[in-house]
């Protein structure tokens, strides 16, 4: 299928734009989100993740700033890219993006960062990435813990202010929990179905029936070790972690959330953002409608960020 608008909950382009110098319009060899290949893939909605790495030992708050200057370059510099507004509509030539934050750690444990965070254009934050911080516990640790005190804190000033509880990453015991406290709905950018391969990460059953009864979205990511044991993924496998979530909840909590540019390796068919339409044709050949297509590609996602968007 084609000429159908794509929107993305998750990539770590900017990551590599400010650690490495990766140019939005000149992509490198393993780069896969470049203006050239979203334009063939029909994107139309994009979010960049400001993806902090504890692991540099660098101030975690300096590295988000770093990435937060390096998406208003990237929209400065190229007047495709519009911030997503209440008006904005795929139908012509502009891309709509929006800025989120992958791990809490960014905040340095302080609320007033939270609203930092709001009035410079983030409207989506996990609480984690792979490790635990001083806010909550991630799905890869043994131990099963959820929010800290702090924790609980930040998700109801992002509650207050509008910023978006994107639970992937985040351990199991801290998801139930935030499904317990927020008051708005919440998402997973970037988790896949459990039920179709046992991986820590992905979300259980009831976590994606829970999601679906507060109106959130699920976006299932292309990551071959989240799809299937082997590692060796295709398009087919990203299609029946759609097909299983939207057995279970419904088609209209299902989206996508690539993880583009957040992975070592790819699926054999689908490296980069062009390849994208395969898997409609997929979805297609596995029974979805083109009504459902068209929802899981772009209205979902749309429909859910735009109660968090000026």
């Known amino acids: 299928m084609s000429n159908i608008p794509v929107a993305d ?66 929209m400065e510099e190229n007047d495709v890219f519009v911030p997503l507004t209440k008006d904005y509509t795929p139908d012509g030539d502009k891309i709509a993006t929006v800025l989120t934050v992958e791990g809490g750690e960014s905040l340095n444990a302080a609320i007033s960062n939270v609203r930092l965070f709001h009035r410079l254009g983030v409207r989506a934050m996990t609480l984690t990435w792979n490790y635990s911080n001083e806010l909550a516990s991630p799905a890869m640790r043994r131990a099963n813990k959820g929010l800290t005190g702090r924790g609980r804190e930040v998700v109801r000033e992002m509650n207050r202010i509008g910023i978006a509880l994107d639970v992937s990453h985040l351990s199991d015991a801290g998801i139930d929990e935030a499904l317990e406290i927020s008051q708005r709905p919440i998402f997973a950018s970037h988790s896949n179905a459990r039920a179709v391969f046992d991986h820590k990460r992905s979300l259980k059953d009831e976590h994606i029936k829970a999601i679906a009864a507060q109106n959130g979205v699920i976006g299932v990511n292309y990551y071959p070790g989240h799809l299937v044991k082997t590692g060796d993924a295709s398009v087919g496998d990203i299609a029946q972690h759609i097909a299983y979530i939207a057995g279970l909840v419904g088609s209209e909590h299902v989206c996508l959330g690539s993880d583009f540019d957040g992975m070592s390796v790819y699926p054999r068919d689908m490296k980069n953002w062009s390849d994208v339409p395969k898997l409609f044709d997929e979805l297609q050949r596995i029974g979805f409608s083109d009504k459902e297509i068209r929802r899981i590609a772009y209205d979902n996602l749309h429909d859910y960020i735009i109660q968090f968007v000026d």
Do not use: E
């Not at 780069?31 to 909605?45: C, D, E, R, S």
């Open 9 to 74: 909950a998750h990539c770590d382009f900017l990551y590599y734009m400010t650690q490495d110098g990766w140019d939005i319009n000149r992509p490198t060899r393993n780069q896969a989100v470049a203006l050239p290949y979203i334009k063939q893939g029909g994107g139309k909605l994009l979010f960049f993740a400001a993806w902090v790495d504890m692991d540099m030992r660098k101030d975690c708050l300096q590295q988000a700033l770093d990435m937060f200057d390096s998406y208003f370059t990237m």
